[in-house]
Every structure is written in structure tokens, then in C-alpha cells.
């Protein structure tokens, strides 16, 4: 694998082929790209970042110098750090409101006023009545909706329903937000919620698998992860106070993005990118890179290829800000 391309062309293919449809219409997909020049990363990861936006995805950054990328657990609450949990309470509330024939122009999601005061008084309703009116279709979209893990969808139901009692001084939601963020990771914090689990190693992959269908489900197309795993590969320690990771650990994270790879048709509208350097290309076995786990080398390394031309849509791709077409 010697030939790199162009950044703007791969970034053109992902966005006609990937973001402007297959991911858009509920579709998943793993890149690994590998810059070949300085300071072309912080480009990619701005560039993306910019596309996500103006696409109306939701875009989150996990990088392995402080989040320790081979715990599954780690990822999702890097993630959920990431995501504006009441945004989505509230626009699920618009969404079922709406859906009952209420009218709800020109009600912001995003603002802090209280939104079930918003939409009565837009229909000149008193608020408790218009969560009567409410509750019932959260129990059938939200609680009783299998595609969601049974904690996950308890937690975004009682987030739903903390915007009714929540105050512009105060938010009663914050033991969910702060769970889901892993910022207070005791069972017993939620446990007045009937949760009873906490997001760990053997669990996160189904949190993470319902967080993409409730953003779907609240509006958004989808979820960009651009996930830098530049430090997976060093060998020695600085001590600098950041993730280490040994060859174990190393590995860990390896499997753990096969499992990614193998699990994408459980991955509703996502796309990771996966940052990677030249040192992940390494194939023997004796150092860091892909080659101490072949069952992830072997899902995205193109083993027919063209000696001179690159496929744009390939798994794995090495890129170049002044590579020629």
C-alpha cells in the first residue's frame, strides 16, 4: 500500500456516496484513513467536522491520548460527553406533539424556556394537560420501543419527562446526563429510575447501538465519529499523563474495531473514521501496528489493488493533501 489520494477527492467520494445517501438512509460504514503529511490531520478532522454540520449530522471526536479507545465503555461516554441529551428530550417532545395534531411553529428546541409551556401556550392549553396528553406516546415511542436497550430507553423517557419538571433554575435530569456521561458511574445514582445496570465493557456496544437509532429517531440523519488513534502505536511510555497503551491493550482496541466493522448493519446511520499513522500500516508482528491482529488487517487492507490508481471507497486509505490525481 504505496499510493495516497488526494484528500479532497476522498473527501468528495465520502460525501456523495456515504453522508449524501448510504449513511443518510440509515447505513453504516468504518474508514481508516492515514495521512501522509504533516499537519494534513487537524485538516481532515476540521474538514469533516465542517461537512457534518452543514449536513446536520452530529459530530463527535474520540482521540486515545485521553480516552482509552480498547474500552468500549470508554468510547460511548466519550461520546455521550459529547451530545446534548436535553436537545433530544426536547425535540422528542415537539416530534409527539406535533404528531397529535398541536401545533408547535416556531418552538425551539434549544431553548430554556420550559417546552411543554411553550407548546401550551401555542394552543392556549394549561401545561399539565398537554402532558397528559403526552405521556401516553412516550410510554408506546419511547419506553416500549425495542430497538433501544431496555436501560437506555428508560433513561430517555425519564429525560422526556424531567422537561416538565424541570425549572430554568434547576434540571432534574442530571443523574441520567451524568450516568450517560460516566461522570457519576454508581448504579445506585439511577437506581430511582428502575435502572439497575451500568454501562460497562460487556453492555456499551448496545448503548451505543440505541444512541444512533435515538438520534434518528429525534431528527438527525446520523452520527460522524472521528476517532484519532495515532497513540495506539507507541512503543515506549513518554509519562507525559496521557493513555498508554501496551501491546494487550493495543490489541483490545484492534478487536474492538473489528467488532465495529462486524457489527455495521447494527450501526444505524453512523460513519467512523479512524485516524490512523504510517506505524498502524506496520505488519510485523513483532511491532504496534495491524499486523499483531490480522483479523482486523485482513477486513480492510485491499489485497487486489491497482499499482497505480486507489480506490476512493476502500476501507483503508492513505491520503495527501498535494497527491496528484
Not at 2 to 21: M, Q, S
Not at 126 to 137: A, G, K
Not at 258 to 285: K, Y
Request: proline share 3%; glycine share 6%; net charge neutral.
Amino acid at each position: 500500500m504505496t499510493n495516497a489520494l488526494p484528500f479532497r477527492k476522498w473527501l468528495d467520494v465520502i460525501t456523495r456516496e456515504y453522508l449524501d445517501g448510504y449513511v443518510r438512509d440509515g447505513g453504516a460504514s468504518i474508514k481508516f484513513i492515514v495521512p501522509t503529511e504533516a499537519g494534513l490531520e487537524s485538516k481532515v478532522v476540521s474538514e469533516i467536522k465542517n461537512l457534518g454540520t452543514h449536513l446536520n449530522y452530529l459530530v463527535v471526536q474520540v482521540n486515545a491520548s485521553d480516552t482509552r479507545v480498547h474500552l468500549p465503555q470508554e468510547i460511548f461516554f466519550k461520546v455521550a460527553e459529547q451530545i446534548d441529551w436535553r436537545l433530544l428530550a426536547r425535540r422528542v417532545i415537539i416530534r409527539l406533539t406535533d404528531e397529535r395534531g398541536y401545533k408547535v411553529e416556531g418552538i425551539e428546541p434549544d431553548s430554556h424556556d420550559s417546552i411543554l409551556g411553550a407548546i401550551g401556550r401555542a394552543n392556549a392549553l394549561d401545561e399539565q394537560f398537554v402532558l397528559r396528553e403526552l405521556r401516553p406516546r412516550l410510554q408506546d415511542e419511547v419506553f416500549k420501543n425495542s430497538k433501544l436497550a431496555k436501560d437506555f430507553r428508560v433513561a430517555m423517557m425519564h429525560l422526556c419527562l424531567a422537561e416538565a419538571f424541570s425549572s430554568s433554575n434547576s434540571y432534574e435530569g442530571i443523574p441520567l446526563v451524568d450516568w450517560l456521561k460516566g461522570t457519576n458511574r454508581r448504579v445506585s445514582s439511577v437506581r430511582h429510575y428502575a435502572i439497575y445496570n451500568s454501562i460497562n465493557r460487556t453492555n456499551a456496544s448496545y448503548f451505543f447501538e440505541s444512541l444512533l437509532h435515538w438520534l434518528r429517531y429525534v431528527g438527525f440523519p446520523g452520527l460522524i465519529v472521528l476517532m484519532d488513534t495515532s497513540r495506539v502505536t507507541l512503543l515506549r511510555n513518554p509519562r507525559d499523563g496521557l493513555c498508554f497503551y501496551t501491546r494487550s491493550s493495543a490489541m483490545d482496541h484492534y478487536e474492538l474495531l473489528r467488532e465495529f466493522i462486524d457489527g455495521t448493519d447494527r450501526l444505524e446511520g453512523c460513519l467512523m473514521v479512524v485516524l490512523a499513522n504510517t506505524d498502524f500500516l506496520d505488519e510485523e508482528t513483532a511491532g504496534k501496528g495491524f499486523g499483531i491482529y490480522p483479523a482486523l488487517k485482513y477486513r480492510i487492507i485491499d489485497e487486489v489493488r491497482d499499482r497505480t490508481l486507489v480506490n476512493p471507497m476502500a476501507s483503508l486509505v492513505r491520503l495527501a493533501d498535494s497527491a496528484l490525481e
